[in-house]
């Protein structure tokens, strides 16, 4: 079973829509997550970070259920510039300088 | 912008050379890191550093080594190249953020690697 798990895709949604991407990950140890974004040939890039009492910024929402070990990313109003690639991420087992990372799930924002 | 650069930023090679991949950062960042990031897999750490001189396996380390005589320059070497090891690699630092609480990786640009 891999450590970070994700539904790699691809969603397409119009412009407009709001989407949510999930993910779960069996390190119950893990003490920080994260969702990272990808643009095509790119490298990734920090999105938000995700706390157990769930944050918010601009039109992007992530959420953490540590119970459950699943964490969620919700984007509302979808742009076309949101297209990219979204990774999961958490610290790895024994060491919160380490980062595990899911495979990602594609996104393609339609017009 | 974490201030990090990759080079070369583009490579072929032939099965079998040496390959000397090079990281260079310029914020003095303790810890660093390298990823090898392949479809269905994700990104993957191969080594990884904590300070000069003090290096570290990751996940794929097998066929790979690391340097880093300076804070500013962390080296991925393949000793000898082989099909398995054509990827997009990824170097990284980390960030302390909340009071040391929370470490954030930012990458640099990437290089992408074929050995044929």
């Known amino acids: 079973r891999k450590e970070v798990e994700q539904d790699p895709g691809p969603f397409n949604v119009p412009e407009g829509a709001t989407v949510a991407f999930n993910c779960t990950y069996s390190n119950s140890a893990s003490q920080s997550f994260f969702w990272y974004r990808q643009d095509c040939r790119k490298e990734p890039k920090l999105l938000m970070s995700?706390?157990?009492s769930g944050n918010e910024d601009g039109r992007f929402t992530a959420q953490l259920n540590r119970a459950s070990q699943y964490i969620s990313l919700l984007i509302r109003d979808s742009k076309l510039s949101d297209s990219a690639t979204y990774l999961c991420?958490?610290?790895?087992?024994?060491?919160?300088?380490?980062?595990?990372f899911g495979s990602g799930t594609q996104l393609t924002v339609l017009p | 912008d974490a201030g990090i650069t990759q080079s070369p930023r583009h490579k072929v090679t032939e099965t079998g050379t040496p390959v000397t991949l090079r990281c260079h950062q310029t914020?003095?960042?303790?810890?660093m890191y390298w990823y090898r990031q392949d479809p269905g897999h994700g990104l993957r750490l191969i080594h990884y550093?904590?300070?000069?001189?003090?290096?570290d396996k990751g996940e794929v380390s097998d066929g790979y080594s690391v340097s880093r005589s300076k804070t500013e320059d962390f080296l991925l070497t393949l000793e000898s190249a082989t099909s398995s090891q054509t990827s997009v690699y990824f170097c990284?630092?980390?960030?302390?953020?909340?009071?040391?609480?929370?470490?954030?990786?930012?990458f640099g640009p990437g290089t992408r690697l074929t050995v044929l």
């Open positions: 990284a630092i980390s960030v302390s953020q909340f009071g040391g609480t929370t470490d954030t990786q930012y």
């Open positions: 991420v958490v610290t790895s087992t024994g060491s919160a300088r380490q980062l595990t």
């Open positions: 550093s904590y300070g000069v001189k003090d290096t």
């Open positions: 995700v706390y157990s």
């Open positions: 914020e003095n960042h303790r810890y």
